[in-house]
């Protein structure tokens, strides 16, 4: 459960060190439940200052981030699953890349196998969030990133 904007900031500031080269991430969740405020919190922990836009018309937003390409997608405008494969975006992924793709199901069956799928709801205070590991790189990401979270008060 996440209550406010600073508990977001949190999670995604925990994250940054835990990311490495080659993982990919389906972010999940109705529009405006807060998954390009999560991308850019996570850009903020990298080091990015400037302008952190949503891709929600550009469809990608590159960020080079000392030696990783991360790269993050908006595919809510697809309408058509080719279209993935029409915009050369597969050529994106790689073991120097991190890519974070939000409503990751208009590309089919198209997209890299997530290493972490995340999901993002609206809850009556706040947010729930979950995060769920289907690689075992994203299982390492996974454990790291949980490692990095303060702890919370007994």
Same mark, same amino acid.
């Given at each position: 459960?996440? %209550? ?7 999670? &995604?500031?925990?994250? #940054? ?15 405006? +439940?807060? @998954?390009? +405020? =999560? ?8 080091? /990015? ?26 595919? $809510? ?6 279209? #993935?494969?029409? &915009?050369? =975006? ?10 974070? /793709?939000? #409503?990751?199901? @208009? +590309?089919?069956?198209?997209? %890299?196998?997530?290493? /972490?799928?995340?999901? /993002?709801? $609206?809850? %009556? ?7 769920? &590991? ?8 996974? &454990?790291? #990133? @949980? ?5 919370? %008060?007994?």
């Amino acid at each position: 459960m996440l %209550p406010d904007e600073a508990a977001l900031c949190s999670l &995604a500031h925990a994250l #940054w060190p835990a990311l490495t080269g080659g993982l990919v991430f389906h972010l999940q969740g109705p529009v405006g +439940a807060g @998954k390009t +405020a =999560f991308v850019r919190q996570v850009l903020r922990a990298g080091g /990015i200052q400037g302008p952190v836009r949503s891709p929600t018309y550009t469809l990608v937003e590159l960020y080079p981030l000392s030696n990783l390409y991360f790269y993050h997608f908006d595919l $809510y405008r697809f309408f058509d699953p080719d279209e #993935w494969t029409g &915009a050369g =975006f597969d050529e994106m992924f790689g073991a120097g890349s991190v890519a974070m /793709i939000e #409503w990751p199901e @208009k +590309a089919g069956d198209l997209l %890299p196998h997530p290493d /972490i799928t995340l999901q /993002i709801d $609206y809850a %009556p205070q706040g947010r729930h969030f979950r995060a769920f &590991a289907s690689t075992p790189e994203g299982q390492v990401c996974l &454990a790291a #990133w @949980k490692h990095n979270l303060p702890t919370q %008060p007994a």
